[in-house]
């Protein structure tokens, strides 16, 4: 949904860079922001707020930002050059 927003705010742009802090912040506009997440165990789908969103982002672009790429693991300091933004900053850290 965000780098859907953010795509329509920047249509002629091929790329967009963002920040993990852009994203929490988008998340946060929005009065209700919640995941449905099945849980097997009692067989249907449990609300998750906000706050477990983002934890699971965080979680989500620290493994991204460990696995090797093409056979070698990835410098922090090396940038991502995929479209429509999949580079993420939380403070020093490159996600």
């Not at 969103?53 to 965080?58: N, P, S, V």
């Not at 991204?64 to 050059?81: L, V």
């Amino acid at each position: 949904m965000f780098e859907q927003h953010l795509q329509l705010e920047n249509p002629r742009l091929s790329q967009i860079q963002y920040s993990a802090d852009d994203l929490f912040q988008f998340i946060d506009s929005h009065k209700d922001f919640v995941a449905l997440v099945f849980e097997p165990a009692q067989g249907s789908y449990l609300p998750k707020n906000k706050e477990w969103i983002k934890e699971r982002l965080l979680s989500h672009f620290s493994r991204q930002n460990n696995q090797p790429q093409r056979g070698q693991q990835q410098s922090q300091q090396q940038r991502y050059n995929q479209p429509r933004s999949q580079h993420h900053n939380r403070g020093n850290r490159r996600w």
